[in-house]
Nanobody, 129 residues
Framework: QVQLVQSGGGSAQAGGSLRLSCAAS???????????MAWFRQVPGKEREGVAT???????SYPESMKGRFTISQDNAKSTLYLEMNSLKPEDTAMYYC????????????????????WGQGTQVTVSS
């Protein structure tokens, strides 16, 4: 049973920073298992939006709207995924989710929710002006 357990997030002032973590359990974090990890976010009434992806080699990708302020990274030894968020804006307020998949194929801008098998429980990020 694969589980992704998220931590971090919370509240921040505009211009501040937050870091989210996503720890995987029930799976061996090797090149033979998860092929792609990602972060998504969602606000009420809107579809889940992709923030960043990272593959087993540590190569990351970001949609244009997320470039510059968000950094995805992984610690294979700890089986943990991270999202560093800087220069936060009120419009970054959302529920953030980590996701993972075993499926092969390129991880580059792989931001379709249906492609991910496993999801974290979500963590709220609130940015005030």
């Amino acid at each position: 049973q694969v589980q992704l357990v998220q931590s971090g997030g919370g509240s921040a002032q505009a211009g501040g920073s937050l870091r989210l973590s996503c720890a995987a359990s029930g799976i061996t974090w090797t090149i033979w298992t998860l092929s792609c990890m990602a972060w998504f976010r969602q606000v009420p009434g809107k579809e889940r939006e992709g923030v960043a992806t990272i593959d087993r080699d540590g190569i990351s990708s970001y949609p244009e709207s997320m470039k510059g302020r968000f950094t995805i990274s992984q610690d294979n030894a700890k089986s943990t995924l991270y999202l560093e968020m800087n220069s936060l804006k009120p419009e970054d307020t959302a529920m953030y989710y980590c996701a993972a998949t075993h499926s092969g194929g390129s991880c580059y801008l792989r931001l379709t929710t249906s492609e991910y098998n496993y999801w974290g429980q979500g963590t709220q990020v609130t940015v005030s002006s």
